[in-house]
């Protein structure tokens, strides 16, 4: 006969179960005696909980009775899952944790325990909190400087295409997602070489200009798990104002000459 109990201990899952309707342990196993950093407390009712245990929202507000997975699930009667919970350790730690609470009944159905499993998510908190810091810092970027980021698949149709770059062509962000560049300048002279240039493996840098915008592009391969090329991802900066001063600038220089040369 397998032992539940020794399943319990020494899964790396924390473990506690909660009497009804008072909330007092029933039985907590090492792991989650190891996410709390301390003992479970006998006797402690379910309203104690924040305070005994440093049970917070990510606020750091101490977490509403109510909303804790035992509480919702005494109140639902149905499993519930929780995920914004930090733990204040009496060490100073700070511990994100994930819980997931389910209902023990009696044979006769009612719900006499409630069972909540505890996983420490600290590492992938930070991991998204960081992500999102990167993402917005990006977007800040895209959505500001005269950059348009772009991509396609294999076939050419368009799964990726932001930034304030766009602009100067007419479209938004997002605009040309689903769209088949091949299809959308079959009569351009140069980009649809230049994707098959790039659905080929090879990575370089190109002007285009494309109606009067004009852009210096980075355009490489994307390339899946097992190396193939699944499509292309490109960068392409702005340069339609700089490419008009140069101009300006090239013919008032010839002008200068030419007046120079009739004065002579």
């Known amino acids: 006969m397998v032992d539940l109990r020794w399943i319990l201990e020494t899964l790396p899952v924390g473990v506690w179960v909660g009497k009804v309707p008072t909330g007092e342990v029933a039985y907590a196993n090492p792991e989650f005696r190891k ?3 301390m003992e479970a407390v006998e006797g402690a ?3 104690d909980a924040p305070a ?8 750091g507000r101490p977490y509403p009775v109510e909303g804790l997975p035992y509480s919702r699930v005494v109140a639902t009667g149905a499993p519930a899952t929780v995920d914004d919970i930090v733990l204040h350790r009496a060490d100073g730690r700070k511990v994100d944790v994930r819980a997931f609470a389910y209902p023990a009944r009696d044979g006769a159905g009612k719900v006499t325990h409630v069972v909540v499993a505890f996983l420490d998510i600290t590492q992938e908190v930070k991991a998204n909190v960081e992500r999102e810091k990167t993402e917005s810092r990006l977007a800040l970027a895209v959505n500001h400087a005269p950059i348009a980021v772009w991509s396609t698949d294999r076939a050419g149709i368009v799964t990726l295409s ?4 766009l602009e100067s062509m007419g479209v938004k962000s997002g605009q040309l997602v689903g769209q088949n560049l091949f299809d959308l300048y079959k009569d351009h002279p140069d980009i649809p070489q230049y ?6 493996g090879e990575s370089f840098w190109y002007t285009v200009r494309v109606g009067e915008a004009v852009y210096d592009t980075w355009l490489m391969p994307i390339r899946d798990a097992s190396g193939a090329i699944a499509g292309v991802a490109g960068l392409s ?5 700089i490419r008009k001063l140069q101009a300006s600038a090239i013919q008032n220089d010839r002008a200068i000459a030419l007046g120079t040369l009739a004065a002579s």
């Not at 005994?52 to 606020?59: K, L, N, P």
């Not at 932001?162 to 770059?165: D, F, K, L, Q, S």
């Not at 994707?195 to 080929?200: D, E, I, N, S």
């Open 237 to 241: 900066k702005d340069v339609s104002e």
């Open 45 to 47: 009712p379910i309203g």
């Open 35 to 37: 996410i709390l950093g």
């Open 52 to 59: 005994v245990y440093g049970i917070c929202d990510r606020s």
């Open 195 to 200: 994707l098959r240039r790039g659905l080929a």
């Open 162 to 165: 932001e930034g304030a770059g």
